[in-house]
């Protein structure tokens, strides 16, 4: 049972913002499970589909299964180092603009770099990412705070 309800509010006020806490908290919590959600995606398309000898050899045959265009399009992401300099792009745009989506996703980018051999710069970006990020939803929750 919840305690002795604060002066000046009423039960269903309590309720109604304990329900927003809750919301609050799921809109917290998805820029961190989007991270760990693509680099698990990226750590299963390594161990996967990329490094298995037996299938780059199935792949380098001419007429290879229809996943062999996904290989080669996971192969594609970080052979340039294109996954770096997308997750350096995304961390600088970030710390620019100071906004937890654009931290997330330059955490979920540096993430799939870091597991996707562009360690460096994907490290980079995922620590740029987590600061933003951690940042700006500490800022909300102050927000929150001053108007409660």
Known sequence: MAGPVPAGRTRAAR?????????????RLWPWLLALGVTGLAMAARYLLIQPPEIAHQCDAAGGPWWCALRTAAIMTYSGYGLGYAALVLSGLAALVRRAALGGLALAVGGAALVLYCYEPGALAMAIGTLVLARAQHEAQLRRARLA
Not at 15 to 27: I, S
């Open 15 to 27: 309720g109604q913002r304990e329900q927003c806490d809750n919301v609050h908290m799921k809109t």
